[in-house]
């Protein structure tokens, strides 16, 4: 038997993982610090790390040949790289006035203001060794953004751990499926503010079920610094106030007395606003100021729209509605598993034929466990709606943004990506595990099912490495390859 930790041996994120866990279990059942999940997060930060050597650092990037270079490079890399310089050169925040200088001048600036210090160190080694001082700082920030990554999968393991009622293995698969998803690493080897937003939407997250379980005046404070805190680095982070909502509600259903539920239902959610107001609120102030719109969507929409597809563009050339829904749903499940570079660079037709017939999989696995009384859902049911919640937020939003712009990459669902990867887990284990109604969830995968899984994964991240690896890697350093 195991001994429990003392208290001063716990982190901050090991003491919110034992209080939301189910009462039966012991403290000693989950390690500070399992050694399986550090060599998860060290295979993310290798496939992320090379992702941002390989892409292209410039039109002069002599790794890659001419035709290639802009190719291959990290979408919207040019814009975030531009608002940080922007910030250091002025000492203030970006308007967003012209969408062909800085289109991600509507963006929050919690990421960019981060993201100072590894471009200044990245300059001051890039001119110690004689490069490029702007390719130095973009490579620093590459590696800044792959570093929060490593956050983002921490955290995906934690609510694993949550949703799975402390089953190590199942949190373990969902901690991987975040880190091997070849289009997630390689989004997080560039310049993107991505990363920020899913750490802190996923943190969000844990501590709404922990609202949802036993409300408090506490827990409702740091649900709302948590949405003040992904409110400025994405608005689109303002479903987790609709998410914060539904679980105060929830964690006041013990509550007999309506009115006194409801004055508690008031108060835990006034604290939440009052603690997000208090973090993000002016920005929304300065926003309002400048565009009439606290979150600067109106300004985005008419500026982003000059020059670019939309959907009325489509129907102009005589797609169907129906046919636009198509091509969107193609380009999702393609960009799902990885359309890299400029969203035009594609893997082989057998990757992405391997990447669906997973998904195909999982979505029979969360059938499967739904109708054969699987308690995948029952034994975290709560928390589970929570997270459903979430995901299917963010689906909307991206199905919205879509009929506003033609913008078909499936990264923009990553906001989800703790839900989304603990769900593929809930289908693949119920593909392969039956188990009787009733019975605490505590079953492992069998191990067919853990080995076929990791090899999935590993196959598909191998390959998209290789596809995306440069002409000539051992070229040089890139920021001296010019």
């Given at each position: 038997?195991?001994?429990?930790?003392?208290?001063?041996?716990?982190?901050?994120?090991?003491?919110?993982?034992?209080?939301?866990?189910?009462?039966?279990?012991?403290?000693?059942?989950?390690?500070?610090?399992?050694?399986?999940?550090?060599?998860?997060?060290?295979?993310?930060?290798?496939?992320?790390?090379?992702?941002?050597?390989?892409?292209?650092?410039?039109?002069?990037?002599?790794?890659?040949?001419?035709?290639?270079?802009a190719r291959y490079s990290p979408p919207d890399?040019?814009?975030?790289?531009?608002?940080?310089?922007?910030?250091?050169?002025?000492?203030?925040?970006?308007?967003?006035?012209?969408?062909?200088?800085?289109?991600?001048?509507?963006?929050?600036?919690?990421?960019?203001?981060?993201?100072?210090?590894?471009?200044?160190?990245?300059?001051?080694?890039?001119?110690?060794?004689?490069?490029?001082?702007?390719?130095?700082?973009?490579?620093?920030?590459?590696?800044?953004?792959?570093?929060?990554?490593?956050?983002?999968?921490?955290?995906?393991?934690?609510?694993?751990?949550?949703?799975?009622?402390?089953?190590?293995?199942?949190?373990?698969?969902?901690?991987?499926?975040?880190?091997?998803?070849?289009?997630?690493?390689?989004?997080?080897?560039?310049?993107?503010?991505?990363?920020?937003?899913?750490?802190?939407?996923?943190?969000?997250?844990?501590?709404?079920?922990?609202?949802?379980?036993?409300?408090?005046?506490?827990?409702?404070?740091?649900?709302?610094?948590?949405?003040?805190?992904?409110?400025?680095?994405?608005?689109?982070?303002?479903?987790?106030?609709?998410?914060?909502?539904?679980?105060?509600?929830?964690?006041?259903?013990?509550?007999?007395?309506?009115?006194?539920?409801?004055?508690?239902?008031?108060?835990?959610?006034?604290?939440?606003?009052?603690?997000?107001?208090?973090?993000?609120?002016?920005?929304?102030?300065?926003?309002?100021?400048?565009?009439?719109?606290?979150?600067?969507?109106?300004?985005?929409?008419?500026?982003?729209s000059i020059n670019r597809a939309t959907p009325?563009?489509?129907?102009?050339?005589?797609?169907?509605?129906?046919?636009?829904?198509?091509?969107?749903?193609?380009?999702?499940?393609?960009?799902?598993?990885?359309?890299?570079?400029?969203?035009?660079?594609?893997?082989?037709?057998?990757?992405?034929?391997?990447?669906?017939?997973?998904?195909?999989?999982?979505?029979?696995?969360?059938?499967?466990?739904?109708?054969?009384?699987?308690?995948?859902?029952?034994?975290?049911?709560?928390?589970?709606?929570?997270?459903?919640?979430?995901?299917?937020?963010?689906?909307?939003?991206?199905?919205?943004?879509?009929?506003?712009f033609y913008q078909v990459q499936a990264r923009?669902?990553?906001?989800?990506?703790?839900?989304?990867?603990?769900?593929?887990?809930?289908?693949?284990?119920?593909?392969?595990?039956?188990?009787?109604?009733?019975?605490?969830?505590?079953?492992?995968?069998?191990?067919?099912?853990?080995?076929?899984?990791?090899?999935?994964?590993?196959?598909?991240?191998?390959?998209?490495?290789?596809?995306?690896?440069?002409?000539?890697?051992?070229?040089?350093?890139?920021?001296?390859?010019?």
């Amino acid at each position: 038997m195991g001994q429990s930790q003392p208290s001063e041996a716990r982190g901050p994120l090991e003491w919110t993982l034992v209080s939301l866990r189910s009462p039966e279990m012991n403290r000693s059942d989950m390690p500070a610090r399992p050694a399986a999940l550090w060599f998860v997060i060290a295979t993310y930060l290798i496939c992320a790390g090379l992702a941002a050597w390989y892409m292209p650092t410039s039109e002069e990037d002599q790794r890659w040949p001419p035709e290639r270079r802009a190719r291959y490079s990290p979408p919207d890399e040019g814009a975030h790289l531009g608002y940080v310089q922007y910030l250091i050169e002025h000492r203030a925040l970006p308007i967003f006035d012209d969408p062909d200088v800085n289109y991600e001048a509507h963006q929050p600036p919690l990421y960019y203001v981060l993201c100072i210090p590894p471009y200044l160190l990245g300059t001051a080694l890039a001119r110690i060794w004689g490069g490029s001082h702007i390719i130095g700082g973009l490579l620093a920030m590459r590696f800044w953004s792959m570093l929060i990554g490593a956050g983002v999968i921490w955290s995906v393991h934690a609510l694993g751990m949550l949703l799975f009622r402390g089953n190590r293995t199942a949190a373990l698969m969902a901690a991987g499926f975040a880190a091997l998803l070849p289009m997630h690493f390689v989004n997080l080897g560039g310049v993107t503010n991505d990363g920020l937003a899913e750490l802190a939407v996923t943190v969000c997250l844990i501590w709404a079920c922990k609202l949802a379980a036993t409300s408090s005046d506490r827990t409702s404070l740091i649900v709302g610094l948590l949405i003040g805190a992904a409110m400025l680095v994405k608005s689109n982070s303002a479903f987790l106030f609709f998410v914060a909502a539904i679980a105060v509600i929830l964690g006041t259903r013990s509550i007999q007395d309506e009115k006194l539920r409801l004055k508690r239902i008031l108060r835990q959610y006034g604290l939440v606003l009052a603690a997000s107001v208090l973090l993000c609120g002016w920005w929304w102030i300065r926003n309002q100021i400048l565009y009439g719109d606290p979150l600067a969507h109106r300004v985005f929409v008419e500026l982003f729209s000059i020059n670019r597809a939309t959907p009325e563009l489509f129907l102009e050339y005589g797609i169907s509605g129906a046919g636009y829904l198509m091509m969107l749903l193609w380009g999702t499940a393609l960009s799902f598993w990885g359309v890299f570079g400029q969203a035009i660079v594609y893997m082989p037709p057998w990757f992405y034929l391997l990447g669906w017939l997973f998904s195909l999989a999982v979505l029979v696995g969360l059938v499967r466990s739904r109708w054969t009384a699987t308690t995948i859902w029952s034994q975290a049911a709560l928390s589970w709606l929570l997270v459903v919640v979430a995901a299917a937020f963010v689906l909307a939003f991206y199905l919205r943004f879509n009929m506003i712009f033609y913008q078909v990459q499936a990264r923009y669902l990553f906001t989800a990506i703790g839900p989304f990867s603990c769900l593929f887990v809930a289908g693949w284990i119920g593909l392969w595990v039956r188990k009787a109604a009733g019975q605490a969830y505590d079953a492992e995968p069998l191990l067919a099912a853990k080995v076929l899984w990791w090899a999935l994964l590993g196959v598909l991240a191998l390959v998209a490495l290789w596809h995306l690896r440069p002409t000539s890697v051992m070229l040089g350093l890139p920021f001296l390859s010019m």
